[in-house]
């Protein structure tokens, strides 16, 4: 879906109409008019009070054009799953499993290891596979990334 078709049944699913819209968000009824015809999009200032007005991260809003994924331990990210920040905004680099009230959950790469080893293993994928896999994958993420010097 584009970002005109969610807004719009983002819209009408709250029974909003569009002067509605336009007063909750500060703009006018001509813009939020555009935005469901295609014409132009939201700037970013109204996209974050449109994420915080209908509970969807801007990537949603915007038509979900990146697969977002947590920078802490990899796993796709979707709207339930986001984590947020303190103010209730969304934080589109987490989930809130390794990012919750402002604070990192995992203080260390081997906190995190020894977590998704011991949660993550089964009969077909034993801990020491678990591990070796998140070992050379963790470390290519935002979080994990060490400065190159």
Not at 41 to 52: A, D, G, I, Q
Not at 79 to 96: A, V
Request: glycine share 4%.
């Amino acid at each position: 879906m584009d970002t005109k078709e969610i807004l719009l049944e983002l819209r009408t699913k709250r029974g909003l109409s569009q002067e509605q819209l336009a007063e909750q968000v500060h703009v006018t009824r001509q813009a939020v008019s555009r935005w469901e015809t295609g014409e132009t999009v939201p700037n970013t200032e109204t996209l974050k009070l449109l994420s915080r007005l209908f509970d969807v991260s801007i990537n949603t809003l915007l038509g979900s054009p990146r697969q977002l994924i947590c920078q802490c331990c990899g796993m796709p990210l979707e709207d339930p799953n986001i984590s947020r920040e303190p103010d209730g905004t969304f934080n589109e680099e987490y989930c809130k499993w390794c990012y919750a009230d402002g604070k990192f959950v995992y203080t260390s790469l081997d906190e995190l290891l020894n977590f998704l080893e011991s949660h993550m293993s089964n009969e077909a994928w034993p801990p020491e596979q678990v591990r070796a896999y998140f070992e050379a994958q963790l470390p290519k993420l935002n979080h994990w990334k060490q400065p190159e010097t």
